[in-house]
């Protein structure tokens, strides 16, 4: 059985990027099947993927669409082992194209049906928006993973976020249920984030994953050089602490 699972959070800057991509790469290097499918038109997990924008000619738009299926246009990551549904720059029109179209919600979870054999983990990078294409994200999966930072504004949005997903599961995917939280780029100097990851564990207790991100300066340079983390500096905190994330994301979900 594939397990797929939205990152998501419409907040931007949270690390739903970074996260899908390292967590993605930590996952196949322990032998799994993957598929990344990057659903936000700004195509920063594809080119974190090490996959050139200009050159992904065809991707989740054009499965969006209907004009491809996924086994026609999903590329191989030359940096992270697994495979891509590249966003390209026609992406942000789709929002615009499909409205009026029928079913346009479920789009994403009928097309992934043709590839259930194909992988063991399907990871989606949302948008940080509650748009369309956040709603295809989370109605084709069965779980969400919410990579949070501790500040104060960072509970607000969860209130919205987690309303999405209990709308979405009563009239459009019953079986969507929250994952886990990833409390991201987190400063263990700073006594709000202490206090914000304390009220995480009190509402959320086992959907915390226990794995914390630091802030680190590798994780944010890796993207410009089209690799995870994990491989542009393996021995860095952040290479480390994704390591120990995909670790338990897998005893969580095998
Ligand atoms: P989102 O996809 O939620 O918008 P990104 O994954 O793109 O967020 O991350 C936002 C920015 O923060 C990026 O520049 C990324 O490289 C940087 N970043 C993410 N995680 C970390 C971290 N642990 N330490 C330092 N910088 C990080
Ligand atoms: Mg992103």
Redesign the pocket.
């Known amino acids: 059985m594939t397990c797929i699972i939205a990152i998501a959070?419409q907040?931007?800057?949270?690390?739903?990027?970074?996260?899908?991509i390292n967590l993605g790469t930590g996952v196949a290097a322990e032998g799994k099947r993957v598929l990344l499918i990057d659903l936000?038109p700004q195509g920063?997990a594809t080119t974190g993927s090490g996959i050139d924008k200009s050159e992904a000619d065809a991707g989740v738009y054009d499965v969006l669409t209907e004009s491809a299926i996924i086994r026609a246009v999903r590329v191989i990551s030359p940096t992270s082992g697994y495979d891509v549904l590249t966003a390209n720059q026609h992406l942000a029109g789709a929002e615009v194209e499909l409205v009026g179209v029928n079913g346009r919600e479920t789009i994403l979870k009928r097309a992934l049906e043709s590839v259930t054999d194909d992988y063991d983990f399907v990871f989606i990078?949302c948008p940080?928006a509650l748009s369309l294409l956040t709603i295809n994200g989370l109605t084709a999966a069965n779980y969400v993973i919410i990579?949070m930072q501790c500040e104060y504004y960072a509970l607000e949005g969860l209130t919205d976020l987690v309303d999405t997903i209990k709308r979405i599961k009563s009239y459009l995917n019953p079986d969507l249920e929250i994952g886990g939280l990833v409390r991201?780029?987190?400063d263990g100097r700073s006594s709000l984030s202490q206090q914000v990851s304390d009220q995480l564990d009190t509402h959320f207790g086992d959907k915390l994953f226990k794995t914390v991100?630091?802030?680190?300066?590798r994780?944010?340079e890796?993207?410009s050089y089209g690799l995870p983390v994990l491989v542009y500096d393996k021995m860095s905190k952040?290479a480390i602490?994704y390591r120990s994330l995909s670790t338990e994301f897998l005893t969580r979900f095998t």
């Open positions: 959070n907040k931007g800057g949270v690390a739903k990027t970074t996260t899908a936000d920063n990078d940080p990579p991201t780029m987190f991100i630091p802030r680190n300066v994780v944010a890796a993207p952040g602490a």
